[in-house]
Nanobody, 123 residues
């Protein structure tokens, strides 16, 4: 059974930092690219960052503020979020896709999802 479990969300003031972690089990971690998406109230879910064997990709608005990395020994993928802004407020989701599929921006291509963790950035 594949499980993706996010943690690390919470309430933070603008300018602060949070680190999200996604614990992955039940799949061959090295064979999958991993991504973070987010969904703000009333908006569609959007790609934030992704990491695969030979590439990392970021949403333009988070470049230079967010960093994605993965630990193959622990089967985790982290999202370090710095200089947070109120517009970063959303539920953040971890997702997995076979590595050969690349890092598409559309959520419909991803095979597995976590249930999400809420990030709230106050002004």
């Amino acid at each position: 059974q594949v499980r993706l479990v996010e943690s690390g969300g919470g309430l933070v003031q603008a300018g602060g930092s949070l680190r999200l972690t996604c614990d992955v089990s039940g799949l061959s971690f090295s064979s999958y690219a991993m991504a973070w998406f987010r969904q703000a109230p009333g908006k569609e879910r959007e790609f934030v960052a992704g990491i695969k064997s030979d590439n990392i990709r970021y949403k333009t608005s988070v470049k230079g503020r967010f960093t994605i990395d993965r630990d193959s020994g622990k089967n985790t993928v982290d999202l370090q979020m710095n200089s947070l802004k109120p517009e970063d407020t959303a539920v953040y989701y971890c997702a997995a896709i076979p590595d050969e599929m690349g890092l598409p921006l559309s959520e419909r291509h991803y095979d597995y999802w976590g249930i999400g963790t809420l990030v709230t950035v106050s002004s």
